[in-house]
Structures are given as structure tokens and as C-alpha cells.
């Protein structure tokens, strides 16, 4: 045998198994990769790439169908899908069933996490009688959704509930001699063996209440014999609430927008000047901003329309808190009607403003002031290219709880645009009054039934119909807030029934 011969035939094989393992591991990470970027073999033998869907749901645990095929894992979950519309619809049992058909783009990451199921054969349970009819002055929930404050006609006690358990905890809050309008009542008679006691009455109207973000205070519009004033109410320590109005001489015209938390900090807008108030240190600062008709703010940065000094047109600006000025982002004839909205989502602002139907959506980072510059930032990008052409003008512009979605309004007409994927949505909504149910659904209070519907129109429901009334009188929906716990667990209203208004209840998640 010719051991030379078979050396070199050995070392052969060596080399062509190294290479052979080599191109297998090369095929093996590139196979990896391409699946981890979403591509996969289509049903023609091509190759394509796939989208991504992270679905989240409220309660989790529920089963999943996608076309009609049930998968194997429960929500909350993810899923490679192909590029295009699937029908995906969602079910758990004792909860109704969600929904919808999503679109997937190839390559995108698709974030659902909406769906909400309520609980089935639901019971409703009063909590809290509140009043007779037509007696509360306003019924205030807070936008954390973990309180309700509400207020008789005339009473000087306002009272707190906290809804964030089971059990509801109510706080009396004494606002006599601390809000406008309430008037002292005097005894007829007094004499040497009377002991004085001063008895209040509230005689002005509470015209609206913003509630801060940490729910510890809220700014509330007060009129009273022909003025209007406002005062920041501390909610743990009444004596410590601030007339905002009298503290720094505001008009009647003055309007106030919270910038930080605890609503300490307070953009002012009066006489057209834009200025920045100190509740706590009753500081007003130098006008931030001249010849302002309207404005929108997120903690420091604010959108706003402003008179131009010349040729009869208006701009539209945003403004970074403690800057020389602003920045206009576009100029509009005066003749043109503007809304402005302002959002922050996944570290981007966005900022937003229609003239008649058409809406343009800038993101980026909000720029700061530069008096060299020309035209619109570079690092300011369109939502979409171009105008996005709305079906009606909208009378108001609002932004979602979760910063995610733009809804303009027109009457019942909703052309909401999500933030994230860029679509717009229009359809009727079944009524004009319209508010968030949570950071992606909507509601309205019609025919004393309570309708949501997903922020799209879609997966509408009429949560009345799967309730039973504990007693022999059905209640009526009252047109009032209608407030979904914190907790996910409680859905609150009002009712009236006998001639009284119930706060009541029923339990949407086991």
C-alpha cells in the first residue's frame, strides 16, 4: 500500500468535512438570521420576508385563532405572520370575543395590545347613593382612573372616593372659605348665649375641573357673580389650595393648562400673551410667547396658533419652556380654521395641526429656538408624505390617553390617525359625546346604554346587554362619566332610579 497515497487522501476528506461543517454552520446562521428578520418560504416555493405580531390582551390566558386555524399558545403571546390582512379573533370563556382583521407589513413589528374582553352574565351592584336627581353640581373622575370627586348643589363639602380596591373609601373635603361663591349664611338671631357656628353654601358654578397627574390636586373654574376664577385644590390638605385668580390678578379671559405632576408649574394664557406661573412660590414669569390665540402643552413643550405680525396670515409654533421664542412650523391664511394637538410617543413628539380638513403630523424631537434658521428642522420628519386629507374639517383635535392616537372630530364623524402605524380611520360613531373608556377604546352614553368601540370603530359593544339588575327596577344609565377602575376590574356609573342618583357598578374581569 502506498502510505503517501493515502495520507493525501485522508488529508482530502479532512479538508472537504471542515469545509462541508464550515458551509453548515454559515447555512445555519444565515437560516437563523433571515427567520429572526422574518423570512420565510412562501406557498410558491419563493422566499419572503414575514411581519411580527406582539398581542397583548385584557384579561390574558385567552385562546387565539388567526384565519380561522386556533394556535397553541395563550395570550399574551407573538407571532411570525405573512405579509397582508389576517383575520384574527380572540375568545376566553365566560368573556365575549374580540375581533378583527389586522394588516401585517412585511418586515414591521405589529403591537396589539388593546383587546379587551368583558365578562359575560355581569351583575350590577349599587355602591354609593349620591343625591336626588339633578342635584350634583359636577362628577369628576380622574384621568389615572383611581378617584371620583363629586359635589352636591349648594353643599361646601365635596367628597372623594377611591375606587383602586374593592371596597370604595369615601373622603369629605370642607371647601368653605376656600372656593368662590361660597356664601356665609348668618343666623337670624344671635344672642350672648349662642355659640357662633359659620354655615356655608356654595352659590357659584363649578364651569370645569382639570385633575393633575399625580391625582393629588385639581384646577377648578369657578363663576360667581359675573367673574370667573381659578383655584388649584389640594386634595390632602383643602387649607392649602391656592385662588389662582386673585393671586396673580387674572381676568376673566385666563386660561390655564397644568405643566408638571403635582400642577405646581402652570401655563397662562391671557390678553394673547403666554406666560408661565409658581403656585406655590406665586411667581409669574416674563411673557414667554406674544400675539398667542390658542395653545396645547405636554409638560414644557407647547403647539400654538399665533396672530402673524403682517400680511393678514396666522402660524402655527411650538415652544420649548425657557426659550427666547418659538418656532413656526407653518404659516395659514386667517380666513382658515386651525386646531392644534401635541403628543409624545416612544420618545418621539409629534405635533399636530389641521387647516379646514387637511392635517399634517410632524415627529421628531421638538426644536428649539434658532433665529438663523430656515424653514422646518431637518430632524423633524412627516408622519406620512404630505397633507393627510380628512373627510370633514374637524371641530376638535385630541390626542389619546396613551399618546397613541389623534382623534379629530367633526359632530358623530371620528377620523382618528394612528401615531404609530400611520393609518387613518373615519366612520360614525353612534353619538357626538364622545370620551376615552381606556388608552385605546372609546365610549358614549346613547339611549341610556353605554356602547365602546375599539379607537378604528371596530369590536363596537353595548355593555348593557350582558348585565343583570340585583332588584326588581331596572336602572338607567345616566349621561355621566362612565369610569373604568384602574384595576381593570370595576366599571362605575351612575344611575338613577326612585328619584335618586346611585353610583353603581358591575365587575368586566374576574
Do not use: C
Not at 37 to 45: D, L
Not at 356 to 370: T, V
Not at 452 to 472: C, M, P, Q, Y
Request: glycine fraction near 6%; proline fraction near 3%.
Amino acid at each position: 500500500m502506498d502510505f503517501e497515497e493515502k495520507r493525501k487522501r485522508q488529508t482530502i476528506r479532512v479538508i472537504v468535512a471542515e469545509i462541508g461543517m464550515v458551509l453548515a454552520i454559515v447555512a445555519v446562521v444565515v437560516v437563523s438570521t433571515l427567520a429572526a428578520m422574518g423570512f420565510m418560504i412562501s406557498g410558491n416555493g419563493g422566499i419572503e420576508q414575514s411581519g411580527l405580531m406582539q398581542l397583548h390582551t385584557l384579561p390574558t390566558g385567552a385562546s387565539v385563532k388567526i384565519d380561522g386555524n386556533t394556535i397553541f399558545a395563550r395570550t399574551n403571546l407573538s407571532r411570525t405572520l405573512s405579509a397582508g390582512e389576517h383575520n384574527l379573533e380572540i375568545y376566553r370563556e365566560n368573556y365575549d370575543t374580540w375581533q378583527k382583521v389586522i394588516k401585517i407589513k412585511s418586515g414591521v413589528l405589529v403591537r396589539i395590545y388593546y383587546p379587551r374582553l368583558f365578562l359575560q352574565n355581569r351583575v350590577t351592584e349599587s355602591v354609593r347613593k349620591l343625591s336626588t336627581t339633578q342635584d350634583l353640581e359636577f362628577y369628576a373622575p380622574s384621568a389615572n382612573r383611581n378617584y371620583i370627586l363629586y359635589a352636591l348643589n349648594d353643599a361646601p363639602e365635596w367628597q372623594l372616593l377611591d375606587i383602586r380596591g374593592d371596597e370604595v373609601k369615601a373622603t369629605p373635603l370642607d371647601l368653605s372659605g376656600i372656593l368662590p361663591g361660597m356664601v356665609e349664611e348668618v343666623p337670624a338671631k344671635r344672642t350672648a348665649q349662642t355659640i357662633e357656628t359659620h354655615t356655608y353654601q356654595f352659590r357659584g358654578k363649578v364651569e370645569d375641573i382639570k385633575w393633575s397627574e399625580n391625582e393629588e390636586s385639581v384646577l377648578v373654574k369657578v363663576s360667581y357673580d359675573g367673574k370667573t376664577e381659578w383655584v388649584l385644590v389640594r386634595l390632602k390638605d383643602p387649607v392649602r389650595s391656592v385662588n389662582l385668580t386673585k393671586t396673580f390678578g387674572l381676568s376673566n379671559t385666563a386660561e390655564l393648562r397644568m405643566i408638571d405632576n403635582s400642577a405646581n408649574q402652570l401655563y397662562l394664557l391671557e390678553n394673547r400673551q403666554l406666560k408661565r406661573i409658581n403656585a406655590n412660590d406665586g411667581v409669574m414669569s416674563r411673557v414667554l410667547l406674544d400675539n398667542v390665540l390658542s395653545f396645547e402643552s405636554f409638560d414644557t413643550r407647547v403647539i400654538y396658533v399665533a396672530e402673524a405680525a403682517s400680511d393678514k396670515k396666522r402660524t402655527v409654533g411650538v415652544y420649548r419652556d425657557d426659550e427666547k421664542s418659538g418656532t413656526v412650523l407653518a404659516e395659514i391664511p386667517e380666513d382658515e380654521k386651525v386646531q392644534v394637538a401635541l403628543s409624545s410617543y416612544y420618545g418621539d413628539d409629534y405635533m399636530v395641526w389641521t387647516v379646514g380638513a387637511k392635517m399634517r403630523i410632524m415627529y421628531g424631537r421638538m426644536p428649539s429656538y434658532d433665529e438663523n434658521r430656515v424653514g422646518l428642522p431637518a430632524d423633524l420628519q412627516p408622519l406620512v408624505e404630505g397633507d393627510i386629507t380628512l373627510s370633514e374639517a374637524p371641530d376638535r383635535l385630541m390626542i389619546s390617553p396613551g399618546n397613541e392616537f389623534v382623534v379629530a372630530q367633526k359632530g358623530a364623524k371620528l377620523m382618528v390617525t394612528d401615531l404609530e402605524m400611520g393609518d387613518l380611520y373615519e366612520y360614525e360613531a353612534p353619538s357626538s359625546k364622545i370620551n376615552w373608556f381606556d388608552a385605546s377604546m372609546l365610549y358614549t352614553v346613547k339611549d341610556q346604554q353605554i356602547v365602546v368601540w375599539d379607537f378604528d370603530g371596530t369590536n363596537r359593544r353595548n355593555l348593557a346587554e350582558s348585565a343583570k339588575t340585583v332588584g326588581n327596577k331596572s336602572p338607567v344609565v345616566d349621561d355621566n362619566p362612565v369610569v373604568l377602575a384602574n384595576n381593570n376590574r370595576w366599571l362605575y356609573y351612575l344611575v338613577t332610579q326612585d328619584g335618586n342618583t346611585y353610583l353603581t357598578r358591575e365587575k368586566i374581569r374576574e
